[in-house]
């Protein structure tokens, strides 16, 4: 199938309008533009598509009897369905933008269709391409939510408390330094290869050689497996905080023959609830996996479609929003997902006049801002961020250099940066602020060392003192006039009634494995519910 027919046909359609009219084959063919032996093929092609019914009338210049029976966008969808069962993701483009149409809201509208006949599939339009999903190489929140989804962590957060996920149990030795971990039993990867103990040990030993996250794993001194089906993780120093690091994307279990491949030979294998089906840049399937080793999630699939243009249509108010044209919606929201801070890296720009007017200057507030010249800025990849960078901008003079999430760079002045409360706000900002890599280099040694006495005695306080140990850090840090606290994140999910089990997590998507169609009264077999994610603060 071409575009071409489609294009045929709703010229045809556009001349004709719905239902019977009597025409000639002459006639039909001017408006095909193509000769009467050609818009004979095409008819009968049309009608074994249930497009039309062509009943001609024998004899020249008779008129035979000819009626539209689909909408031309309806005969573009079918033709689409056929090519997505297939995952001809080139020809669902040319179709949806057939006539000239635009793709971009072509393809959206299609996703927010309510109801077909295909499989139990939730749909996400996307307006990124979806990077790297190498648990050690990911930063961004949505690739670290996919991980999430394919990848299985030792422990899970779940609202607040510990659960197991890979280990079904685990045990801590009184000094908190030995943590013992017991694996599931008969747990597979999605090629169903057996997951073992030395896939676990393999892959903490990756992270404490990756150049990006060795800074909060570097207190691990030892992981070995004395028995296929148990871990032992021993500490340099005791840390009460550390099961809450085992719930993070990026401790997440691969084979350990992936750990350390390139880019291009990398293959997203995990034991998690979804496997991944398809990985391009115009779709990015999760299917569920049938072999997975706790209850197995809800529906079939998750589609990312994926268009550039879309971006456009963020929305900086809401994280991610679901939308299939229901009237009837409900809202989730969570307070408690993040921050972003301001960074004062030069010892001239550390004072409180200047972090007083740049707090005023984010708050909207009208303020002259009074600094050194050629100061060096950069902000992350997000809307939040690159909002305020914009209020700096305008009020300086100064272009801000854009990173990615969590890639800080070297030599910045000023620098905007988000923090995710993943997979709580202790575990979060503790993790930030041993990977932020300038902290020797822009504090003078007598705050270097007060910053660093600070940390360990956050790490290493009992439970209920942690949060207080915290305030103390942040406070410290403020008075200092080296970070503040702008703001904080909140994600709002406006959801059709009809999707159940939202419930949005700490990395700021929902647990896609819990999410589950109802069906409505009148309905007589399954349908799908494409949802519609309209923006994502950050592109992530």
Known sequence: MNKRKLELYENLFKNLGPGTSKKTITDIASYFNCSERHTRTLLKQMTTKGWLTWHPISGR??????????????ACYQEVDKATTTNNLDLVYKL????????????????????????????????????????????????????SEIYQTLLANNHGRLNGNLAHSWEVSDDKRTWTFYLRAETVFHDLSRLTAADVVANFHGLQ?????????????????????????ELKEPDINFAWLLCRPETAIMPKRLIFSSKTDFKAIGSGPFMLGVNS???????????????????????????????????????????????????????????????LNKPQLQTATVKQQLMTLFNQQPITINLPPLINISHENNNDSRHYAALLEQACNNQSQEVKFGHYIDRQDIAICGIRNEPNRITGLISFLKLYPFWEQQ????????????????????????????????????????????SHEELRLTVPDSIQGVDINSIGWCNFKKLWIKPSAHESKPHDIRLSVANLINPS
């Not at 050689?209 to 993780?233: D, F, K």
Request: proline share 2%; with cysteine.
């Open 61 to 74: 210049g008779n008129r035979g009897e000819i009626n539209c029976l689909i909408e031309p966008i309806d």
């Open 96 to 147: 949806i933008g057939f006539n000239g149409r635009d793709t971009a809201s072509g393809l959206w509208q299609y996703l927010s269709q309510t109801v077909t006949t295909t499989e139990d599939t939730i749909f996400v339009p996307f307006h990124r391409s979806i990077e790297w999903l190498h648990p050690h190489q990911a930063t961004e929140r949505t690739e670290r939510h996919l991980i």
């Open 209 to 233: 050689h990756s150049s990006h996250w060795q800074g909060l794993y570097s207190n691990i001194a030892r992981v070995e497996s004395c028995h296929n089906g148990m871990v032992t993780i």
């Open 281 to 343: 840049n115009k779709l990015v399937r999760l299917k569920r996996f049938a072999n997975y080793n706790q209850d197995n999630a809800l529906v079939e699939n998750i589609e990312f479609w994926i268009h550039h243009q879309w971006a456009k249509n963020k929305r900086c108010a809401e994280n991610f929003f679901f939308l299939n044209h229901q009237s009837n919606c409900y809202q989730v929201t969570n307070d408690s997902v993040g921050c972003f801070v301001l960074l």
């Open 443 to 486: 504090l003078s040694l007598k705050q270097f060392q007060q910053f660093q006495s600070y940390l360990n005695q956050l790490t290493t306080a009992e439970h209920n003192q942690q949060q207080h140990q915290l305030n103390i850090l942040l406070t410290w840090l403020n008075d200092q006039h080296l970070m503040a606290i702008i």
